[in-house]
């Protein structure tokens, strides 16, 4: 299997393993990308761009990469609070006043960013034409009550974690998310990421691949069902790429990914200028919960936006300041401010591994020994 792109012989083993999992058909097409010290040491791609295997996966190859996508919302919201227009700690309804009835007067920015404001899902079943209806979806979670006490746990907020942010972004800066996120983060750092694709970029598109095999036994240990509303056949249809569904609907690639996201990995400095402090940074270490996710029914530490290093969860690391999350099927984005390394996966073929998924474990596991070489 033939892959595209530059590595530094420092991180060849990162080439490797990549090219094992596109050789033995665990992935169809991929990209891998990893920023040390904000320069990329790994920039591949490989394999195809169809199920069919008929279109080559190329440079600028571009997948949904589902909720890698809350990544993005999260920077959204501290670029936001590094300019002083948004308090992390501050009530949800000083921004957006019709959130604080229901019992939510107390829900806070830092409990939307860590999944433990209460609200994990809708109170009534949503359809995909639902999920799109912005006005709607909002509306929705205005009017709910929490479902445990906001703050005191984490519930991953599948969809509503980017709807929930979404609106208070819209709220606090007159535009929504998608176009706050491209005026004034991708666009100035000139990175291929897209929440909510323009008609403009569909004929770069890679479509997700179902999962073959059997879906996953339900976990006994979850507390808190949430509905399963959006096929990935869903994600093939146009309706779905223009929705800017904050939680899932970004398109990007390795490359892009890990290139804004490494700004975090540096501290907040980017090539040029400077997106966020490092005070900033630092606050997406500021714990939220520790423990088993009422949702995902596995261990996780949340931080502020991010699922944070820690001994029991499914990413861990040798440096404690690292922040990581995945999105559905495989896809993996880590920021290591220790190592000043950030390292991205993303593909087409979807497993139900979650967060699990060994192709994205092992590119993480070459990439720390690579950098000890």
Known sequence: MEIQGNCSDQFGAVREVFADSLRSGADVGASVAIYVDGEPVVDLW??????????????????????????????CALVLADRGELDLSAPVAKYWPEFGIAGKDH?????????????????QPMTLDDLCDWEKATTLLARQSPRWEPGTESGY???????????????????????????????????DFHIGLAAEHDHRVSDDIPATGPAPAANPHVAIPVG????????????????????????????????????????????????LSEATCRAVFDEQSHGTDLVLGIPLRFGMGYALNADDAPVSTTNPQTCYWGGRGGSLIVNDLDARMTIAYVMNQMTNLGLTDPRGQRLLQAAYKSLTR
Request: charged share 15%; hydrophobic share 40%.
């Open 46 to 75: 490989g394999g195809y761009a169809d199920q069919e295997c008929t279109q080559p996966w190329q440079r600028d190859t571009i997948t949904n990469v589902w909720s890698i996508t809350k990544t993005m919302t999260a920077v």
């Open 107 to 123: 829900v806070e920015i830092r409990h939307l960013l860590g999944h433990t404001a209460g609200l994990p899902d809708w109170d």
């Open 157 to 191: 907020h599948r969809f509503t974690h980017g709807f929930l942010l979404g609106e208070v972004v819209r709220r606090v800066c007159l535009q929504s998310i998608g176009a706050f996120f491209a005026d004034q983060i991708a666009g100035p750092l000139d990175v």
């Open 228 to 275: 399963a509303y959006v096929t990935v056949q869903d994600t093939w249809s146009t309706q779905w790429r223009r929705a800017e569904i904050p939680a899932a609907t970004g398109y990007g690639n390795a490359r892009s990914v890990a290139a804004l996201q490494s700004v975090l990995a540096l501290g907040g400095q980017t090539p040029t200028s400077r997106l």
